[in-house]
């Protein structure tokens, strides 16, 4: 009995997509991932599911698997949910590039899961890096090649890419025998992603949103220039459909075929998140948040930059690696 319908998208190998994700990154914290305490990931994904949510995001390097795994099987367990019912969506972290390490990296997801299989399974970054973090020039068509693999041996269902830029997503489907369904992108009233997502779109390639609320919400717990929640463009909308500023930007997302990927841990967002699928905005309220775009990323390891598949723009001042300090 859940509360919320979520709508499904087709994607191009058949198979659907719940219209919105859970995220489930918690953060870095000195080098590593952050996980929570006393299972509360779990009992948050737990009761998403119960919510109506059918989709959660997640990726090697979050640290989160294992609890979305338990939190899955759990309210298959209670018969809330048949695995088929869910759709989980996760990742291959950079240190796995090479074809022989994709395989160990899937076995590994799948151990920490506790499922039989993943619904989908992004390359996280085109960056290929060795054990210490240094470069690896491994090529992401190889890596590519091995993910095909993954779905011919039924490890996940379907494969797709996270942030690639156009010219890297044309590579791929140039030289792939399994098209990427999924493209995994930084998509908030920032940076709208204009280009990107025409292109995908006229590839058939569904485009998830990663970072849906962009300035409206603190970052690594500071604030950053741009729209906040009291925005009049985004009160005076949120007025108009009895909705909050955060739910207007994540119809926003919905009305232009992005899956938006929300994160939280409080039970009242989690309602909040995903009580967007009752209303719709119209082309002008969509046109006036674009406006809002100074394609601005708050995803941008900079220090990356020289890695010959770094796939955004350089900038003067690298920050420093995280990974190897
Ligand atoms: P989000 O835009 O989802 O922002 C999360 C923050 O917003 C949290 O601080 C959360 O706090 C707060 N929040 C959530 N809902 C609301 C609301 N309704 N009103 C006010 N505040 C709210 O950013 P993320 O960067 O976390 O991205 C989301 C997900 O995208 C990640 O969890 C991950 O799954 C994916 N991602 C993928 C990347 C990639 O490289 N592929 C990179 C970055 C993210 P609280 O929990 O307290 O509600």
């Known amino acids: ?123 996280h970054w085109p960056i290929g890096l060795n054990e210490d973090y240094s470069h690896s020039d491994t090529d992401y068509l190889e890596t590519w090649r091995a993910m095909e693999d993954m779905v011919k041996l039924g490890h996940t269902k379907s494969i797709g890419l996270s942030n690639f830029n156009k010219f890297q997503v044309a590579t791929v489907l140039q030289e792939c025998t399994i098209k990427p369904v999924a493209l995994q992108i930084e998509v908030h009233p920032q940076i709208i992603q204009e280009d990107l997502i025409t292109y995908a779109k006229d590839e058939g390639i569904i485009v998830m949103g990663y970072s849906p609320f962009g300035s409206l919400v603190k970052r690594f717990g500071m604030e950053f220039p741009g729209p906040k929640m009291d925005d009049p463009v985004l009160t005076s909308l949120a007025k108009k459909y009895e909705k909050t500023p955060a739910q207007i930007v994540l119809r926003w997302l919905v009305d232009r075929n992005v899956v938006p990927i929300p994160k939280t841990v409080s039970s009242k967002r989690l309602l909040e998140n995903i009580n967007i699928f009752d209303f719709k905005l119209n082309e002008d309220e969509i046109e006036k948040i674009n406006k809002f775009n100074s394609n601005t990323r708050y995803t941008l390891p900079s220090f990356w930059q020289k890695h010959p598949f770094y796939p955004f723009e350089m900038v003067p001042n690298p920050i420093p690696d995280p990974f190897r300090s």
Do not use: C
Not at 16 to 22: D, T, Y
Not at 25 to 30: A, C, H, N, S, T
């Open 1 to 123: 009995s859940a509360t919320i319908d979520v709508p499904k998208l087709k994607m191009l190998d058949g198979r659907e997509m719940p219209a919105i994700a859970l995220g489930t990154y918690l953060g870095f914290d000195k080098g590593g991932a952050v996980t929570s305490k006393d299972k509360q990931l779990r009992n948050v994904v737990m009761e998403a599911i119960d919510l109506g949510y059918r989709h959660f995001d997640t990726a090697a390097i979050y640290n989160t698997e294992e609890e979305v795994g338990e939190a899955i099987r759990m309210k298959i367990e209670e018969g809330v949910i048949k695995r088929e019912d869910v759709f989980l969506t996760t990742k291959l972290w950079n240190t796995h590039h090479k074809r022989e390490q994709v395989a160990v990296a899937m076995k590994e997801t799948l151990n920490k899961t506790g499922l039989d299989y993943v619904d989908l399974f992004l390359m």
